[in-house]
Structures are given as C-alpha cells and as structure tokens.
C-alpha cells in the first residue's frame, strides 16, 4: 500500500462528486418507480383505444432506459470513491474492496 500526494481541492471535488452520484443513484431509482406506473397506465389506456400503439412502445422504451440509467450512476459511485481515494493520497484503490 504506497501513499502518494494528498491533494485538498481533488478531495474536495471528489466528496462532491460522491454526492452526487449518491443523489444520482436516488434520482434513478425514482425514475425506475415512474416508468413502472408510467407503462401500467399507458396499457391501460392502450387497452381502452386512448392511446396509439407508438405511445406505448415510447413508454416502454423509457422503461427498458431507465435500469441503464439507475446501473450508470451506480457506477459513477465507485468511480467517485476511487476519486475519493486516490485524492486521499492511496494508489492501492483496492483498499475500497477489501
């Protein structure tokens, strides 16, 4: 385990970073949740003949989306703690595994 130089403003911005992504990944998981309902009251409405069959693939397409998106920002996560670590001054980054 080496140390390199500490580096105050890129611990700063990573912190940032890592709140962020935190947030991020809340964000994603609340764009999952309306997706979800989105796609169940765009069938219904499809079933009923409110709606094109174009506006339930769109709605399904959002959905299919949305997982990505939540599995991006949980990647930005650990990304942001490596940031984290290697601003601290650590070069093994594997510290954060275990």
């Known amino acids: 385990m080496s140390r390199l130089e500490i580096k105050p403003v890129e611990i700063r911005s990573a912190i940032a970073a890592l ?3 935190h947030s991020a990944v809340g964000v994603s998981e609340r764009g999952v949740e309306q997706a979800t309902e989105n796609l169940r009251v765009e069938r219904e409405r499809h079933a ?3 709606i094109t069959t174009n506006d339930l693939l769109i709605a399904e ?11 991006v920002a949980q990647v930005e996560i ?21």
């Open 78 to 98: 650990v990304r942001s703690w490596i940031d984290l670590c290697l601003a601290m001054g650590e070069s093994d980054v594997g510290v954060l595994f275990g």
């Open 48 to 50: 009923a003949g409110r």
């Open 19 to 21: 709140q962020t992504a």
């Open 61 to 71: 397409a959002e959905l299919r989306e949305q997982p990505t998106l939540y599995q």
